[in-house]
């Protein structure tokens, strides 16, 4: 297509292939970074650096949580304002998102070099543990006002329908950052600080390149001189304080169980939460990119009334989501060894006697983690901001705090159910959000107009 209507016209089934799949590939591609970081750490460095990369991140996702705040909480209205025929308004948000994602980088960054070996130190770590530790966290910091709106533009870019671009530009991102730190690991022995700026450099690349189609004026928002209004500010917190609040509040929780490990374990058990996260970390973005590849379209004929629409691609976006996560609980329940050894090179009989059991029980999260994601995504699409923060906050800090201290009797067994738990939890809260709204998720369409501004696909 090039000037067709990609969100209004394009039918729902195939709209999923044509955004959603790349998206989620995007997504796997952007995320890949961080498995590849764990791999060659683990492989190149050792155990402890495994441990102290795993500690610190936390840490490191809180530095970009404010960046996706105001990317994602910027991207809905954008969307909205398009379907709405607003496009100067839609500039205008484009354009102080980006300066604010800026500033908060500057601000955030400084904050958190100042303050790594404090909150490390907090952390119980010491000795070369908790150095490792800061380091990493200091070389992020330092990069931080150039990185840290690499995943906003990728929500801009597929608004202006750059959907392959975006995520060609995310293998790249990977490709580039995990070349950087195998040359810098393997080739010239290096440390944790150069684990951290390898990654770093591939991703101030990326933000440069995916620029580059708004300078030139090739794409469907374009800069404007910024006037910031009050209620953008605020809508841009509403939209975008779900995600937020999800990606603090689920740092906290990582944190807190980091704390307990520690105590538990040791780095043991430190490096075996750190491999569940990594198996995570590959899993979610799939989840991640198919639906929030979707929330641009979802949006666009929200704002436009199109409802019947907004349902099918929804049903999309369920079905699709439904599969990966249970294809996902499948390979970590049956094949648990090959992913350890994936991020721990010789892994002794304690390390497995840990590891094994712990990535079974956290394949069950996947059997039910499926329906509160896409629940949530849907909420932030036509813009249910409250009702989708309140299931973040309850996925990532409520229910997993609720039952640490109702599993607190299994020890270490009971830090590894506890995702499990919580996604069964989020998923009853899920279905009784649902529930609440269907009445107007249900709704008739309005009368159809002539169709406003759409997104060109390249």
Request: charge should be positive.
């Amino acid at each position: 297509m090039t000037s067709t209507l990609l969100f209004a016209k394009t039918p729902p089934v195939k709209l999923f292939f044509l955004a959603s799949l790349p998206g989620a590939v995007s997504m796997l591609a952007s995320a890949l970074y961080q498995t590849l970081d764990g791999v060659f750490v683990g492989q190149y460095i050792g155990d402890t650096a495994f441990a102290a990369v795993n500690l610190a991140m936390p840490f490191v996702i809180i530095n970009f949580s404010l960046a996706d705040l105001i990317g994602v909480g910027a991207a809905v209205p954008i969307a909205v304002f398009l379907g709405k025929k607003q496009k100067e308004n839609a500039n205008n948000l484009f354009t102080c998102a980006c300066l604010l994602i800026i500033a908060a980088g500057f601000l955030i960054g400084a904050l958190l070099y100042a303050t790594a070996p404090l909150l490390i130190r907090l952390m119980g770590a010491d000795g070369e543990f908790a150095s490792l530790a800061v380091d990493y966290m200091r070389v992020y910091a330092l990069f931080s006002p150039l990185t840290t709106i690499i995943f906003a533009v990728d929500n801009f870019l597929r608004i202006c329908g750059k959907i392959r671009f975006s995520m060609f530009l995310n293998i790249l991102m990977s490709l580039l950052s995990g070349g950087l730190e195998w040359t810098f690991l393997a080739v010239f022995d290096g440390s944790v600080r150069s684990a951290a700026c390898a990654t770093c450099l591939g991703m101030a690349v990326c933000v440069l390149l995916a620029f580059l189609p708004f300078l030139q004026k090739k794409t469907l928002l374009q800069f404007r001189r910024p006037r910031f209004h009050a209620a953008d500010l605020r809508q841009i917190l509403a939209c975008g304080s779900p995600n937020f609040l999800n990606n603090i509040a689920g740092r906290i929780t990582s944190i807190l169980l980091n704390l307990l490990l520690v105590r538990m374990g040791g780095e043991t058990a430190v490096s075996v939460y750190g491999i569940l996260m990594y198996a995570d970390g590959f899993i979610q973005p799939l989840l991640y990119g198919m639906c929030d590849s979707l929330q641009p379209a979802v949006g666009f004929n929200w704002g436009a009334g199109q409802l019947s629409r907004v349902r099918k691609i929804e049903s999309c976006c369920f079905s699709a989501s439904a599969v990966v996560s249970l294809g996902a609980a499948a390979v970590l329940f049956f094949a648990p060894e090959p992913i350890i050894r994936l991020f721990v090179a010789a892994p002794t009989e304690t390390v497995l006697a840990m590891a094994l059991p712990a990535l079974r029980l956290f394949s069950l999260t996947y059997l039910t983690r499926w329906f509160s994601f896409a629940v949530q995504s849907y909420l932030l699409a036509i813009e249910k901001s409250l009702p989708a923060a309140i299931l973040s906050v309850c996925t990532a800090l409520v229910f997993p705090v609720f039952l640490i201290g109702v599993l607190w009797r299994l020890a270490l067994t009971g830090i590894w159910l506890n995702f499990a738990g919580t996604a069964l939890l989020a998923g009853v809260l899920a279905l009784v959000i649902l529930r609440k709204y269907h009445k107007e998720l249900s709704a008739p369409d309005k009368e159809p107009a002539e169709p406003p501004l759409a997104a060109e696909f390249p």
